[in-house]
């Protein structure tokens, strides 16, 4: 039981400011991390099988692609393309919504 709550329960918290793209996932971070926008190179929201892209639920990390990410759900994910040649991938529950945030900040950054 307390296994179940540990992996399906805690959710990954998500939130973007003019600093950047804040994340925090209890059981990986205990405190919240910036993807600053001066380090993006590109940014994109796309749809993704769980255990397609980069290989199942939680943290996941695929080294040879220099790909890593939170996925919490099947579906919508946004993928940010660093400046140090690196991938950060999350998955989000609104994807519209996140999208628009996006563009305010980063809008020329978005690929399409």
């Known amino acids: 039981?307390?296994?179940?709550?540990?992996?399906?329960?805690?959710?990954l918290?998500?939130?973007?400011?003019?600093e950047g793209f804040g994340y925090k996932y209890f059981l990986v971070l205990r405190k919240r991390k910036v993807i600053d926008f001066n380090t993006?190179?590109?940014?994109?929201?796309?749809?993704?099988?769980?255990?397609?892209?980069?290989?199942?639920y939680g943290y996941q990390k695929a080294v040879f692609k220099k790909k890593s990410?939170?996925?919490?759900?099947?579906?919508d994910v946004i993928e940010f393309v660093l400046k140090n040649g690196t991938s950060k991938v999350f998955s989000t529950e609104n994807a519209a919504m996140l999208e628009s945030v996006l563009r305010k900040y980063?809008?020329?950054?978005?690929i399409k």
């Not at 929201?45 to 290989?55: A, P, Q, R, S, T």
């Open 13 to 18: 918290e998500t939130d973007v400011s003019r």
């Open 1 to 11: 039981m307390l296994a179940y709550y540990l992996i399906f329960q805690i959710k």
């Open 106 to 110: 980063i809008a020329e950054k978005e």
């Open 40 to 56: 993006v190179i590109s940014w994109q929201i796309k749809n993704i099988g769980m255990f397609n892209d980069l290989g199942g």
């Open 69 to 75: 990410g939170y996925i919490m759900r099947t579906g």
